[in-house]
């Protein structure tokens, strides 16, 4: 397969950083080819046969995102999990990826289109924290019958609904709590246990 051509990668990343910035400032009406074109220097020819539609431009600016912060496991299941946390609590603060999660999940709701993107970033976003509860399932850290979707939800969640349902900031000890609640209910036990769930 040939590399990318150097020109390709250079337009594509002065789009990206211009959308970035016109998502932020001008929320989803701001982002359109002819606005991108004029911020970026890049022709609306390019443009569109880079991202045809406008959700395909929202789509790339934030996987870039999703895909710069995604940690490489470790093996060790808190560290590794807080690392991803980390950068879930990066984004959901930081203006780009923020106001692109709030105009993604109204949109959803309304057009297929959004809804396509935001399932498909949705899995590249809980790709990393997926992957590190099955290694952690396969090493025996975590329970085998563990239901890694609700698993998802329960670190996820409550990140997403205290910043972008309640509109409040956090900070790491929050993370950390979230986390640290997680394991505790879900640490494998011995196998001889008296046990309670």
Do not use: C
Request: hydrophobic share 40%.
């Amino acid at each position: 397969m040939r590399p990318p051509d150097p020109r390709t990668v250079r337009s594509r990343d002065a789009a990206l950083a211009s959308a970035r910035e016109l998502l932020v400032e001008q929320g989803l009406a701001g982002l359109t080819h002819g606005s991108v074109a004029a911020r970026s220097g890049i022709s609306r020819a390019t443009l569109y046969r880079l991202w045809p539609e406008p959700t395909d431009l929202v789509r790339a600016t934030l996987t870039r995102h999703i895909t710069l912060a995604q940690p490489q496991p470790t093996g060790d299941l808190r560290a590794d999990l807080l690392t991803a946390l980390t950068a879930t609590h990066a984004m959901l603060h930081e203006p780009a990826t923020e106001q692109g999660m709030r105009v993604m999940i109204e949109r959803a709701a309304v057009d297929p289109k959004f809804a396509e993107v935001k399932q498909a970033l949705y899995r590249s976003g809980t790709q990393a924290v997926r992957t590190i509860l099955t290694e952690a399932v396969t090493r025996g850290e975590l329970p085998a019958e563990l239901d890694v979707d609700l698993a998802l939800d329960q670190l996820h969640g409550p990140l997403f609904f205290r910043r972008l349902v309640a509109n409040r900031t956090f900070d790491l000890d929050y993370v950390r709590a979230v986390l640290d609640d997680f394991l505790r209910g879900h640490a494998s036990k011995p196998a001889h246990h008296q046990g309670t769930s």
